[in-house]
């Protein structure tokens, strides 16, 4: 009995707060809206500025942060590019080499010697500097057939001569050596001389007559007389003159010199190859040798 009516009375409030409840929006609903809306605008406008203070910094923060991206996308290009600039650089350098290697190279085989034949072609390891030597070291050497007193090309001119040779070295006396002693001729005159390294730049005429008159820029070539060179190789160009002395400057700049050619000099080869008696000759009215053709008749 207590339960029926304790149920009872929980229906009754349960309906009187919906009726409750529908009289609020009855009257809401009646309400004069324009307020509410002024009173929204009102809330707006205050606060707009306040938002506007707020998030400002939020937005400069943001700004900063793309920034820093920004740079720190820039600093990894830049290293990137700085990076493949250097390789191509380095390619660029590797080029140009192998280009004036493959020039110097054209040069040394287009280099003609008359009744001489190219033995080895070989790069230039060492070039002493010493005082009192002044000779280079070629990646050649027995095996290559190289010997002993081959002379020694290179595309200018002469460079020297051969003076030991190991299985896969060689070592090569230069023109500007004190040792070093060329027979030559002046190519515009014809006179003979030697020319003698003097452990310096240049090489200097001996032996030259008092009769030649030499001419500064006049250019020097091997004139073949003792068999160990070949005749008409360059020696080089007279470039001054000093108490009587002239000066002849290498065209082959041994400083520069990358490859060499090494030459079999066939008429030393000749020579040592012979019994030791002279043929007769008949008469003739000039000698058959470069730079000597004043002696004869």
């Not at 250019?219 to 007389?225: D, L, V």
Request: include cysteine.
């Amino acid at each position: 009995m207590l339960f029926e009516k304790s149920k009872l009375y929980k229906n009754k409030l349960f309906n009187s707060l919906l009726i409750l409840i529908c009289l609020i929006l009855i009257f809401i609903g009646k309400l004069d809206l324009i307020a509410l809306r002024n009173l929204s605008s009102f809330l707006t406008d205050f606060f707009s500025p306040i938002s506007n203070f707020v998030s400002k910094p939020a937005l400069e923060l943001e700004n900063v942060i793309k920034d820093v991206q920004s740079a720190t996308f820039l600093r990894d290009e830049n290293i990137k590019l700085k990076s493949e600039n250097r390789r191509l650089k380095i390619i660029e350098t590797k080029l140009a080499n192998t280009e004036s290697e493959l020039i110097e190279l054209k040069k040394l085989l287009n280099f003609k010697i008359d009744r001489n034949k190219i033995i080895f072609t070989g790069r230039v390891l060492n070039i002493s500097g010493g005082t009192f030597a002044k000779t280079m070291v070629i990646n050649g050497g027995s095996v290559d057939g190289i010997k002993k007193g081959q002379p020694v090309i290179s595309s200018l001119g002469l460079v020297g001569s051969i003076i030991s040779v190991g299985p896969s070295s060689s070592r090569v006396l230069l023109t500007i050596d004190i040792n070093s002693m060329i027979p030559s001729y002046l190519t515009q005159s014809g006179w003979p001389a030697i020319a003698q390294g003097e452990n310096g730049k240049l090489l200097k005429l001996r032996f030259l007559s008092s009769e030649a008159k030499p001419i500064i820029g006049e250019i020097i070539e091997t004139s073949g007389h003792g068999g160990v060179f070949p005749s008409g190789v360059n020696v080089g160009k007279i470039i001054s003159m000093s108490n009587g002395n002239y000066y002849v400057q290498p065209l082959p700049n041994p400083q520069k010199l990358r490859f060499v050619s090494i030459i079999s000099n066939g008429n030393l080869e000749n020579r040592k190859k012979s019994t030791g008696f002279a043929p007769l000759q008949g008469d003739q009215n000039k000698i058959n040798l470069k730079g000597f053709n004043k002696f004869s008749n």
